[in-house]
């Protein structure tokens, strides 16, 4: 421990090398510190959570104990004793702590989220929906607990509501697994909304085999789909004949580009529900688009934020994922990217891509075509993962971009 520092100035250290993960540099110090001043009870508090992290939930009990007969006014440590006790099977005793924790710090909003899964797990649903009610109240962008009130709601058969929460959960938090698997689940759920057939199409340069999306349908075990394999047509030629070969059928006609995994057990849930309210369907996109933006290139962060729709995984060229969310969904949008759109069949009518854009710029072009055939357009929350962020730099994109522009100025 730097001799020069004061002890709350080296504890936000530790806590700052917990916060970052980096564990054994943090209890090093939080033994630094209790070396110093054996008596202090946030060290031994977070030596606890410390021992919670590493599944040594009777090591944490002892620690928060201790701490707590050093300083009983301690919410945090009450709070964290429950979740430990929790674990050990103690769940009266947990609900204890966490009402003793509320009892310190009304504003406790983790305490409150705790509280309310314990007390459901006693069958308590109305008083676990009040403690969720009141966590969000407190904070109220906290996926966890947007999700655990869906599922309570589920429970009571407030689906419309259920399914409300459980979306707003996994837009906040989209690599939340949970808030997928509960929003599905409450879709599902939902009555008079029978799960519409899926068909997928993509095109590659190789084999299916080889793709990614392949892949990851075999997983799902969907085995509705075509691709167009060893391709050297434009996707737009290629959309085409399925838009013309499915028109006016029961279809939803998924179109995916063939480097996206489909990781989402619940696509069909998911697309079913969306296209009750729009005719084709993006995972993301935009409200905003004005062709004379003075602009190299219509990237989606080209359009103001306020605008912007929907979140995908990419996966970036060291195999490393990074999350790219753009804003709330479901939303209208007069534009999105055609890495996946689904096309409900059924109302579809005549609108096609424009042969002319073989790759770039055709999902502008066809959400534009799509608007002025008075379709609605608008995003979902499926989760994907994407392996291209794009190329705008290219000849080809440049060469495209100009005959985009050209057409619709006319």
């Not at 031994?44 to 040594?56: D, E, N, P, T």
């Not at 006693?122 to 962008?141: F, S, T």
């Not at 970036?316 to 999350?323: A, I, K």
Request: aromatic share 10%; glycine share 6%; net charge negative.
């Amino acid at each position: 421990m730097n001799t020069m520092a004061t002890i709350p100035e080296t504890l936000a250290i530790a806590v700052q090398h917990h916060q970052g993960g980096r564990l054994q540099a943090a209890e090093q110090i939080y033994r630094q510190i209790l070396a110093m001043e054996p008596n202090h009870a946030v060290a031994i508090h977070f030596l606890g959570v410390l021992a919670y992290q590493a599944g040594k939930p009777d090591e944490a009990v002892s620690c928060y104990r201790r701490a707590l007969e050093l300083w009983p006014e301690f919410a945090e440590a009450h709070g964290n004793l429950g979740v430990a006790l929790k674990a050990q099977g103690e769940l009266d005793e947990a609900i204890a702590c966490y009402r003793r924790a509320l009892e310190m710090k009304a504003d406790f909003a983790e305490a409150h989220n705790n509280l309310g899964i314990a007390v459901k797990e006693q069958g308590k649903v109305d008083e676990a929906i009040a403690c969720y009610r009141r966590a969000l109240e407190l904070k109220p962008d906290y996926a966890e607990v947007l999700n655990n009130l869906g599922l309570a709601l589920k429970e009571q058969g407030k689906i419309e509501e259920a399914v409300a929460c459980c979306y707003r959960a996994a837009e906040l938090k989209p690599d939340f697994a949970q808030a997928h698997s509960s929003l599905g689940d409450a879709l599902r759920s939902c009555e008079g909304a029978p799960k519409r057939e899926l068909f997928f199409l993509s095109c590659t340069a190789g084999s299916k085999q080889s793709t990614s999306l392949y892949r990851s349908l075999e997983k799902l075990q969907i085995g509705n789909f075509h691709f167009y394999e060893n391709n050297r047509r434009g996707l737009s030629e290629c959309y085409n004949e399925y838009l013309d070969k499915l028109a006016g059928s029961d279809h939803i006609l998924v179109l995916v580009h063939s480097d996206v995994t489909v990781a989402d057990i619940f696509v069909q849930e998911k697309l079913s529900a969306a296209v009750a309210t729009f005719n084709i369907v993006g995972l993301v996109g935009t409200s905003y688009f004005d062709l004379n933006t003075p602009t190299p290139h219509y990237a989606w962060p080209v359009w103001p934020q306020q605008h912007l729709s929907g979140s995908v995984e990419e996966v970036l060229n060291n195999g490393e994922t990074t999350w790219l969310v753009y804003g709330p969904t479901p939303r209208r949008c007069v534009a999105m990217d055609g890495l996946f759109l689904a096309v409900d069949m059924r109302t579809i009518g005549s609108v096609r891509f424009d042969p002319r854009f073989t790759f770039h710029f055709y999902d502008l072009d066809f959400c534009l075509t799509a608007l002025r055939a008075d379709l609605i357009l608008g995003t979902t929350n499926v989760y994907v993962q994407h392996a291209s962020l794009g190329n705008f730099a290219s000849d080809a994109y440049r060469r495209a971009m100009q005959e985009f522009r050209a057409k619709w100025r006319d």
